[in-house]
């Protein structure tokens, strides 16, 4: 096992609160970092180069947030992040959003000391990873504070099942100020089965949803990522986002929200369990 050195990273295998972390170094860059959590790809980050992203899902939620709140015009932008990793998106928007105030809950402490150790964070204010369950803060946090809300978890492949019912997605909403976006990473198999259940939550709690993937995500013909961004605004795609999209090495497509829920279609959202009557 690795240990850390406080001078930046170095490959290895680093035992973290979860279980491991592995740090691998791109073999394209000397200052690029691949960073694997229980096996599975979770960060990649060019060391100052923040505005790199190599995870395409990830250039595809920057460009929902981008195209709601305009960097040159936006002020200071509220960014909750619930999901660390590496912390790709947050230097990111760090990046584009100099003023941005950006919280990061991570469940993993080990993990979160081991990311300001390795990668070059903004400093608290702009950028303070808060450790516990993203539910929990989630639900601690003050009603419209936050312009954006991302929600990016995995426990392996899948997203944790409390942070995918109607009431958790409804306890985000409230967070949101305004035109505030809320943007979730899925991963969804070819059938999309988890996918609608996760969207149609997504679709119940707010009246405005849109979807970005790849054209064979949305033929289900692979495994991969679908992006549901969601509003109590309308949300409506820019000639810039099409163009944005479509451009990437991945090149992707974004639906409208009738798009979205016809996808959908009559899919049961899953809910918190019912909380049994007391016993009198």
Not at 137 to 155: G, H, K
Not at 261 to 279: K, N, S
């Amino acid at each position: 096992m690795a240990r850390g050195t406080g001078k930046g990273p170095t490959e290895g295998l680093y035992p973290i609160s979860t279980g491991s972390a592995e740090l691998i170094q791109d073999g394209s860059s000397s200052d690029g970092w691949l960073l694997k959590i229980n096996g599975v790809q979770s960060s990649h980050i060019v060391l100052g180069e923040p505005l790199r992203l190599d995870f395409e899902y990830m250039r595809w939620i920057v460009a929902l947030v981008e195209d709601r709140f305009d960097p040159e015009r936006t002020g200071r932008l509220r960014v909750l992040h619930q999901g660390g990793g590496g912390c790709s998106m947050p230097r990111y928007l760090a990046a584009r959003f100099p003023d941005a105030r950006q919280v990061v809950v991570e469940l993993d402490a080990k993990l979160a000391d081991y990311v300001r150790e390795w990668f070059d964070l903004p400093k608290a204010p702009l950028l303070r990873i808060r450790v516990g369950e993203a539910r929990e803060v989630t639900e601690s946090l003050t009603p419209a504070t936050r312009d954006v809300v991302i929600r990016d978890v995995f426990a392996g492949s899948r997203t944790p099942e409390p942070l995918t019912t109607v009431e958790f997605i409804q306890a985000s909403a409230r967070l949101l100020d305004g035109s505030g976006l809320f943007v979730a990473n899925i991963g969804s198999a070819p059938d999309h089965v988890s996918a609608r259940i996760e969207a149609a939550a997504i679709a119940e709690a707010f009246p405005h949803v849109a979807i970005v993937a790849d054209h064979a995500m949305l033929k289900g013909r692979r495994y991969g990522n679908i992006v549901v961004a969601a509003s109590m605004t309308p949300i409506v795609a820019s000639p810039a986002l099409r163009r944005r999209l479509l451009g990437g090495g991945l090149p992707a497509q974004v639906w409208d929200d009738s798009q979205t829920r016809t996808w959908i279609g009559a899919t049961e959202p899953l809910r918190d369990p019912a909380v049994p009557a007391a016993a009198t």
